[in-house]
Structures are given as C-alpha cells and as structure tokens.
C-alpha cells in the first residue's frame, strides 16, 4: 500500500502494462474489486484505491465534494505517472470517473461505468442523504449501513453468497462516521452530467446488474445509448454491486472490452 494525499492506494500488476483505475462505491473500499484485480494483474497494472473517508483513507474534516473526490483521482494518476489509465467506477466511484472525464477527457484511455447516474440527486434523493446523516448522528454508523445495505444486493447473492454480504457489511460498519457523512454530502452535490455523456470520445462499456434495486438496468441502457463509442452489459444474478455479486461475468466482460478496445 502506498499514501498519496492521504488516500490508501493499491497496485497491482507491472508497470509496463496499461493501467486501470478502480474507484468503488458508497460505503465500501478498494476490496470490491479484489476478484477483478486478481484475474486482469498478469495483463493490467491495476490501482484501486479508498475514497477519502472509508476504508483505510483518512476521513479528515469530513468536508468533500465529488469535486475534491475528482482532485485525489487526479493527483494518483499524477504520482504515478499513469499513462491514459481506463477508469473503472461503481456508482459513486462512477460520478467520480464521470467527472474526471469531463475535467480531462485526453488523459484517459476508456470509461467504464457501472450501475452509477449521470443525473444528479432530485430532492426526495437529498432529503434521504439528509435522512441518511441524521440516523448516523442520532442511531450510528452501524445502524445506517445496515439499514441500507440489503438494497445494495440481490436476493440471490443474500442468500447464496452470504460470506460475501457479511464480509462487506462488517468491514462497512466500521467506517468513520465523518467519513461516511461526508460521502452522502458529497453525492448530495454534484453536478449534472447527463449533457456530458454526448460528448465522451473515449471507448465506454456500461454494466448494469439486472436485479438492481438502486439504479434500474433500463437506466444504465440509456447511459450507454447516449454514449458514441458505447457497449452495455446487463449482469445475471447480480444486484448493485455487481464486482462481488457476479465476479466472474463482470471478470468476462472488462477483460473483453480492455483486450478489444484498449491494446
Ligand atoms: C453507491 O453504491 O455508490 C451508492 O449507491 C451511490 C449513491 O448513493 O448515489
């Protein structure tokens, strides 16, 4: 592991081969990725790494925007001298990569976007964010993760692969609450880049997970519809977080779109 800024940064793989960034989503760490990082390092230099706030990133002062979150993406791909790495985000890690895009598309290879929005929050989506803070001022951390983390999986993935839902929400429930906070203020402002989509040059692949309960599949076509240079991928048997749901399609698909679209 290295520090940059504070952030806790993880490499996988050689150098010399093309990079990828993996940013995950709210409220979890760079382990969501673990079963992709595993399968694509003999051909991929893989960085993920925990958005300021969870996991073993500094929270600070709590005080982020999707703006700050974009600046200490920027600054790892500056540390390490990555030369246009693909960005990979989930959901929040998505508005993030989003963003990044639309800041510095010449610097980056691909897009991939996963069950993420390009819209912003409505204001039933704020008020929960605001709903969200108030549990974790009045009942705790824990209590408002575990109250929201059964949305984040399929039925199937519950029950089948419950080791993979324990193990996810008993590292969650630990995060920082300051972290955690300002993860949903964070998300609560950010911008609206749905205009945006039509202007990525860059090769995207958008995957949804088909029983996503937080952003409909139909959604997720539409994101990639709007995109020129787009392919879209429904996963089965996979809810929000896909990556550890249905590893080894999501495993399938990044490593066909990065061999086709990214040599
Ligand atoms: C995530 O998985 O990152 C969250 O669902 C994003 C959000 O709450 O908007």
């Given at each position: 592991?290295?520090i940059?800024?504070?952030?806790a940064?993880f490499?996988?793989?050689?150098?010399?081969?093309?990079p990828?960034?993996?940013?995950?989503?709210?409220?979890?760490?760079?382990?969501?990725?673990?079963?992709?990082?595993?399968?694509?390092?003999?051909?991929?230099y893989?960085?993920?790494?925990?958005?300021?706030?969870?996991?073993?990133?500094?929270?600070?002062?709590?005080?982020?925007?999707?703006?700050?979150?974009?600046d200490d993406?920027?600054?790892?791909v500056?540390?390490l001298?990555?030369?246009?790495p693909?960005?990979?985000?989930?959901?929040?890690?998505?508005?993030i990569?989003l963003r990044?895009?639309?800041?510095?598309?010449k610097?980056?290879?691909?897009?991939?976007l996963?069950s993420?929005?390009a819209s912003?929050?409505?204001?039933?989506?704020?008020?929960?964010?605001?709903?969200?803070?108030?549990k974790?001022?009045?009942q705790?951390?824990?209590k408002?993760?575990?109250?929201?983390?059964?949305?984040?999986?399929?039925?199937?993935?519950?029950?089948?692969?419950?080791?993979v839902?324990?193990?996810?929400?008993?590292?969650?429930?630990?995060?920082?609450p300051?972290?955690?906070?300002?993860?949903?203020?964070?998300?609560?402002?950010?911008?609206?880049?749905?205009?945006?989509?039509?202007?990525?040059?860059v090769?995207?692949?958008?995957?949804c997970g088909?029983?996503?309960?937080?952003?409909?599949?139909?959604?997720?076509?539409?994101?990639?519809?709007?995109?020129?240079d787009?392919?879209?991928?429904?996963t089965?048997?996979?809810?929000?977080i896909?990556p550890?749901?249905?590893?080894?399609f999501i495993?399938?698909?990044?490593?066909?779109?990065?061999?086709?679209?990214?040599?």
């Amino acid at each position: 592991m290295k520090i940059i800024n504070g952030l806790a940064v993880f490499e996988d793989g050689h150098k010399s081969n093309k990079p990828v960034i993996f940013i995950h989503g709210f409220p979890f760490d760079h382990t969501m990725w673990q079963n992709q990082v595993e399968f694509l390092k003999n051909n991929r230099y893989c960085v993920t790494y925990d958005v300021r706030g969870l996991g073993q990133s500094d929270a600070g002062d709590g005080q982020y925007t999707i703006e700050s979150f974009t600046d200490d993406l920027l600054q790892i791909v500056d540390e390490l001298k990555l030369n246009k790495p693909v960005l990979c985000g989930l959901s929040m890690g998505g508005y993030i990569a989003l963003r990044a895009v639309q800041r510095e598309q010449k610097r980056f290879g691909g897009l991939v976007l996963m069950s993420t929005k390009a819209s912003q929050d409505d204001n039933d989506g704020k008020l929960k964010r605001a709903e969200g803070i108030k549990k974790i001022n009045t009942q705790g951390v824990e209590k408002y993760v575990a109250g929201m983390m059964p949305n984040c999986f399929c039925d199937l993935t519950m029950q089948e692969m419950k080791e993979v839902y324990d193990e996810t929400l008993n590292k969650a429930v630990k995060y920082n609450p300051t972290g955690v906070k300002g993860c949903l203020l964070a998300m609560a402002g950010r911008l609206d880049l749905e205009s945006f989509l039509m202007e990525i040059e860059v090769p995207a692949l958008v995957i949804c997970g088909s029983l996503d309960k937080i952003v409909l599949p139909g959604a997720m076509r539409e994101i990639s519809e709007k995109i020129k240079d787009s392919e879209f991928a429904a996963t089965p048997r996979a809810g929000h977080i896909t990556p550890l749901e249905n590893p080894e399609f999501i495993n399938d698909i990044l490593s066909g779109f990065l061999n086709r679209r990214v040599k």
